[in-house]
C-alpha cells in the first residue's frame, strides 16, 4: 500500500513538472507584460497575432514608462476594471494617433483585456479594459489584445467606482523581455 501511494505521488510531481515546463515555454518575454498594483503583480499575455497595432501601442506606451501611475478611472462590479487616461477622467489619452479597429473572433471572458474607445470603431488610442466577468456581448465590437494570466485576484482587488473615490492606480507597468534585462543588470552590479 505505501509502495502504491509512494508511486502514485511520483507520477502527480512528475506531471505537474512538466505542465509547468510547458506553460513556462509558452510564455514570450517580449509580448508579456507585468502590471504592478497596490496588492501585487499582474501577467498579462499579449496578442500580437490578433492585434499587432494595438499591442504594439500598449508595449510602446509601457516602455515610455506612460502607463506608470495612472488610476482606474472606472471600475464597474462585474464588469470590468477601465485605465490608460493620464487625466483619470476617461476623456483623455497618449499623444500618438488613435488606432484603426482589430476586432477579432476572440471571447471577451473573465481576464481579456481590451481597447476602450470613443463610439467610433477606430478611436482606440491608450485606455484600456479588464474584465472581471464574461463580456461576452463586447464581442467583435472592440479590439482584445491581452489577457490575463496572472493575478486576477489583484485585478478583484481593485476599488470600485465610476469615479472611485479614492483610485487605485498602476504602480508600475514593464514589459518582461525589459525586467528581465533590467533585473540582470542590478545582479550584475
Known sequence: MLKTIILLFGSLLIMTATTDTTNAAEIDPENTVYMDLKDGRVTIKLMPDIAPKHVERIKELTRDGFYDGIVFHRVIE???????????????????????????????????????????????????FICFDDCSFLNNQYTVWGQVVDGMDHVDAITRGEPPANPDKIVKMQVMA??????SAEAAE
Open 78 to 128: 462585474g464588469f470590468m476594471a477601465q485605465t490608460g487616461d493620464p487625466t483619470g477622467t476617461g476623456m483623455g489619452g497618449s499623444d500618438k494617433p488613435d488606432l484603426e479597429a482589430e476586432f477579432n473572433d476572440y471571447n471577451f471572458g473573465r481576464g481579456t483585456i481590451g481597447a476602450a474607445r470613443s463610439g467610433s470603431p477606430d478611436s482606440a488610442n491608450s485606455q484600456w
Open 178 to 183: 525589459d525586467a528581465s534585462q533590467d533585473a
